[in-house]
C-alpha cells in the first residue's frame, strides 16, 4: 500500500496543460520539501556531526554512553516503560475501538467525542491531572481511607505506576483512533456470515474478527511504542528521579550541563531507534493512515 | 458466553475507559474555578480569581500572545507549503511518492527531545534562537503533515469534474483550481490549520530550546509553573488551553459538517 492513495483519474487535465504539466508536480512539492530539509533534515544531520566532531572526529560521546551503567540503566527504563505502555493502552483502546465499529449514528458520534477531547487538552495539563489526584491528600488516597481500605495515604506519586497511568490515557486516544480505522477496513460481513453459519456471536469475534483484526492491533502498537519512547513531560512531573527516561537524560546534558557532544550522541541513539521502527510502521502500514488521513 | 453478556461486559468496559480518560480533564478544569489556594479536588468553593490572576499578570498576557503569533505564523506557513504539495500528492504521478509522503510525515514521529536539541544547535549560529519567527519556522515542520493530511482527504473526495467544467469552458486551469476547487477543499485546509495551530500551542520542547529564555509561549510557562508553584493559576491557564482546544475541536467539527452539507 503506497501512502496517500493513487489518485482516482490519474493525469487529469494534462493535455490541457502540455509541456509544463511535467514540472507542475515538483513544482508544488518543491517548496514543502525544501522547508523540510531546511528545517528538519539539516539540523538532524548537524545534531549526529556535532556528536562525532567536536574536538576533531571521534566516537569518544558514544564510547561514554554504551560503556555508562546510568545509561544502559536509563535505555531500559526507557524500552520497559514505552513497552507497558503500548501492552495497556492498546488493551484499553481495543473495547472502545471495537465499541466504535459496531455501533453506529449517536453512539459512535458520542464515544468519539469523549475519545479525542482529551486529545486536544495539552499534555502537561493531563499529566499535571495526576500529580494533583494522586497526592498524599488528593481524591484517590481520601476515597481509600474513606472507604477503610488504608489507614495511611499510599505513596502513589513519583514511581512507575504514576507515570503509567499518565502516559497510557494520553496515548489512549491516539491508539483508540489507529484501532478504529483499521477495523472499519475489515469486511463484517464476514462475520454475518460466521453468525448464519450457526456461531454465536462471541464464537464469530474470537475466530473471525479478532484475527483479521491483529495487523491493526501490530500496527497501533508499533505507532505508540515509537511515540512513548520519546516521552519526557510525564516522565519528569510523575516519575521517581532514580528512574528515568532519555528523553529527560539528553534534556539534562543540553540545557543543565550543556554537554552538546554527549547530548546529541543520546539524541542520535534514540533518533536511529525511532527511526527504524518508523520506517518498519511505514513499509506495513504506511504512515498516513495515522488520524484516519487516507481512507475511512 | 451469551450475547446480552458480552454486550454488557462491552458497555462498562467502555464506560471505565471513558471516565479514565475524561477524569482528568475535569479535574483541572474543577480546580480553575476553585476558590482555594491549593490544588485540591474537588474544589472547596467557586471563583473567577485565577483567570482574574492570569488576566492581570503581564507575563501571562504577553505568554498567551507570543503563543498566538507562533501558532498562527507556524499554521500559516504548513497551510502555503502544505497545500500544494497535497495537490501534487493526490492528483499526480510521481516517482517515490510513498517515500516522499512518508518524508513530509516523519517529523510527528520523532521525539520531540530530538526535534528540539537538533533545532537549537542549527538555528544559534543562524540567529534564529529567541525569536518568534524561529519558533514559527520549527513548528511549520510539525504542522505540515497536519494540513497535508486533512487538505488529501478533501482533494480525493472533491469532484473534479467541476473544475474539468471550468477548463473545458475556457477557464485558465490555475484560475479554475483558485475559484472552483479550492473553495470546496477549504474545510478539510482549515480543519489542518487548526491541527497545527493547536500542536504548536502545546509544543513544549522545541519552544523551550528556542523560546525559552525571554518572552516565553504559554506550553513553556505552564511547564515552568507546574514544576514551581502550587496555587490554582496553573491550572486556569491550563483551562485556557483546554477551552481553546474545545472551541477550536468544535469549529473543526462544524466545518467538517458543513463540508458534507455542501459535497452532498
Known amino acids: ?296 | 458466553m451469551s450475547a446480552t453478556a458480552g454486550r454488557l461486559g462491552l458497555s462498562a468496559a467502555v464506560l471505565a475507559v471513558l471516565i479514565y480518560l475524561i477524569f482528568p480533564v475535569i479535574v483541572v478544569v474543577a480546580i480553575s474555578f476553585s476558590s482555594g489556594n491549593f490544588l485540591v479536588f474537588p474544589p472547596p468553593g467557586f471563583s473567577l480569581r485565577w483567570y482574574e490572576s492570569i488576566a492581570g499578570d503581564p507575563e501571562w498576557v504577553n505568554a498567551l500572545w507570543v503563543t498566538l503569533k507562533v501558532g498562527s505564523l507556524s499554521a500559516l506557513i504548513a497551510v502555503l507549503l502544505g497545500v500544494p504539495a497535497a495537490f501534487a500528492l493526490v492528483r499526480h504521478v510521481i516517482p517515490a511518492k510513498a517515500l516522499l509522503s512518508a518524508l513530509i510525515l516523519c517529523a510527528l514521529v520523532t521525539p520531540p527531545i530530538v526535534t528540539a536539541l537538533s533545532t537549537y544547535l542549527f538555528f544559534v549560529p543562524l540567529g534564529l534562537v529567541n525569536t518568534v519567527v524561529g519558533l514559527a519556522c520549527a513548528h511549520a515542520v510539525s504542522g505540515m503533515p497536519f494540513v497535508v493530511i486533512n487538505t488529501s482527504a478533501s482533494l480525493r473526495s472533491a469532484d473534479i469534474n467541476l473544475e474539468r467544467a471550468a477548463v473545458i469552458h475556457g477557464a485558465h486551469p490555475l484560475w479554475a483550481v483558485l475559484r472552483i476547487t479550492l473553495p470546496i477543499i477549504s474545510p478539510g485546509i482549515v480543519i489542518g490549520a487548526i491541527f497545527a495551530f493547536v500542536h504548536s500551542a502545546h509544543e513544549l520542547l522545541v519552544a523551550t530550546f528556542v523560546l525559552g529564555g525571554v518572552g516565553k509561549p504559554v506550553a513553556v510557562k505552564i511547564w515552568s509553573g507546574v514544576q514551581a508553584t502550587s496555587d490554582p493559576t496553573i491550572a486556569a491557564a491550563s483551562a485556557i488551553l483546554i477551552g481553546l482546544a474545545i472551541f477550536t475541536f468544535a469549529s473543526a467539527a462544524a466545518t467538517q459538517s458543513l463540508a458534507k452539507r455542501r459535497t452532498a
Open chain 1, 1 to 296: 500500500m503506497t501512502a496517500l492513495a493513487e489518485p482516482r483519474a490519474a493525469p487529469l487535465l494534462r493535455p490541457a496543460l502540455s509541456s509544463r504539466g511535467r514540472m507542475l508536480p515538483a513544482l508544488l512539492l518543491l517548496p514543502c520539501l525544501a522547508w523540510i530539509t531546511f528545517f528538519f533534515l539539516a539540523p538532524l544531520v548537524l545534531m549526529c556531526w556535532r556528536s562525532l566532531a567536536s574536538e576533531g572526529f571521534s566516537l569518544e560521546p558514544y564510547g561514554v554512553l554504551f560503556t555508562s551503567p546510568l545509561f544502559t540503566k536509563v535505555m531500559i527504563t526507557t524500552v520497559r516503560t514505552a513497552a507497558i505502555t503500548t501492552v495497556f493502552a492498546l488493551l484499553l483502546a481495543y473495547p472502545l475501538a471495537y465499541a466504535l465499529t459496531v455501533s453506529g449514528g449517536k453512539v459512535r458520534a458520542l464515544i468519539l467525542v469523549f475519545t479525542l477531547i482529551p486529545y486536544w487538552v495539552d499534555i502537561i495539563v493531563r499529566s499535571f491531572s495526576w500529580l494533583i489526584l494522586l497526592g498524599d491528600n488528593g481524591m484517590v488516597n481520601k476515597a481509600l481511607m474513606a472507604l477503610g481500605i488504608v489507614s495511611a495515604p499510599l505513596q502513589m506519586l513519583y514511581n512507575p505506576f504514576s507515570v503509567l497511568l499518565a502516559m497510557v490515557q494520553i496515548l489512549l486516544p491516539l491508539t483508540t483512533v489507529t484501532l478504529f480505522g483499521a477495523m472499519l477496513r475489515i469486511d463484517r460481513t464476514l462475520i454475518t456470515a460466521a453468525k448464519i453459519h450457526g456461531a454465536s456471536e462471541w464464537h464469530a469475534f474470537r475466530t473471525v474478527f479478532f484475527p483479521l483484526s491483529l495487523p491493526g492491533v501490530y500496527g497501533a502498537g508499533l505507532l505508540v511504542f515509537v511515540l512513548a519512547l520519546g516521552f519526557y513531560v510525564t516522565p519528569a512531573l510523575l516519575g521517581s528521579p532514580r528512574e528515568t527516561m532519555i528523553a529527560q537524560t539528553i534534556m539534562v546534558e543540553a540545557s543543565q550541563l550543556l554537554d552538546w557532544p554527549q547530548a546529541s550522541a543520546a539524541g542520535a541513539v534514540l533518533l536511529i531507534i525511532t527511526t527504524s521502527i518508523a520506517a518498519i510502521y511505514n513499509r506495513y502500514f504506511s504512515l498516513d493512515r495515522l488520524w484516519g488521513g487516507s481512507d475511512k
